[in-house]
């Protein structure tokens, strides 16, 4: 059973127009990740959330939000996607001091 | 800062041929941990192995194996008896707690 669910798995948008990833989990973990991959390229982490707390990288750009209105679910939001957002978007979990995460299938995210 | 290396891009064998992946890492931190992903095509990221800095045994499980070296920061994985279903893209990853680093990863193509 799948323990990280990602919806969609495939998400078309327009130019500049909002969109939402989003992603839950049934492991209850206090952690939870979401990462950018862009083709051949390793997965760049965007944000994590521990609990409630949010901690953004340094370099995520401001397009990018997110949400975690309780521990199961977290919301990607790019407020006005451009072409250099096409990626795809992984969704993690991981319990505090365990360091492994567990992934999503992923959003593959095409921008039109 | 975490950096995690992985020199090889791409590599062919042909089936049943043993293969070593190699990854190099680098962090202040005393406490870590190492891990390995596999992405196939589907896109998923697929947990293989977890590490500890303080447990430098290597681990075998099945035709996988791992061999951890703390003097050489290395964390090189090993495939004996390839088959085609290992074909994709494999990540090693360094995480100090919360925050999981990739290495660029290295693309692994098994010619049957």
């Known amino acids: 059973d799948a323990m990280v669910i990602q919806n969609p798995r495939y998400q078309v948008t327009q130019f500049g127009k909002p969109v939402t990833l989003s992603c839950s989990q049934t492991?209850?973990?206090?952690?939870m990740y979401w990462y950018q991959q862009k083709s051949s390229q390793a997965p760049k982490l965007l944000f994590h959330?521990?609990?409630?707390?949010?901690?953004n990288e340094a370099d995520t750009p401001d397009n990018f939000q997110s949400r975690r209105p309780n521990t199961s679910f977290c919301f990607l939001d790019i407020r006005s996607p451009g072409l250099g957002d096409a990626a795809m978007y992984l969704c993690?979990?991981?319990?505090?001091?365990?360091?492994?995460?567990?992934f999503g299938q992923g959003t593959r995210l095409t921008v039109v | 800062a975490q950096k995690v290396t992985q020199a090889q891009t791409e590599i062919s064998v042909v089936e049943k041929e043993d293969v070593t992946l190699d990854c190099v890492y680098e962090?202040?931190?005393?406490?870590?941990?190492l891990f390995w992903y596999k992405q196939p095509p589907s896109g998923e990221l697929v947990f293989l192995i977890r590490?500890?800095?303080?447990?430098?045994q290597n681990e075998i499980s099945g035709r996988y194996s791992w061999n951890f070296q703390k003097s050489t920061s290395s964390f090189n994985f090993t495939i004996t008896a390839s088959q085609v279903v290992d074909s994709a893209v494999y990540f090693c990853?360094?995480?100090?707690?919360?925050?999981?680093?990739f290495g660029t990863g290295t693309r692994l193509t098994v010619i049957p």
């Open positions: 990853a360094l995480s100090d707690r919360n925050n999981l680093f």
């Open positions: 492991l209850n973990h206090n952690v």
């Open positions: 590490r500890n800095s303080f447990d430098e």
């Open positions: 993690a979990t991981s319990s505090l001091g365990r360091g492994e995460a567990f």
């Open positions: 962090t202040r931190d005393t406490t870590y941990y």
């Open positions: 959330y521990y609990d409630k707390d949010f901690n």
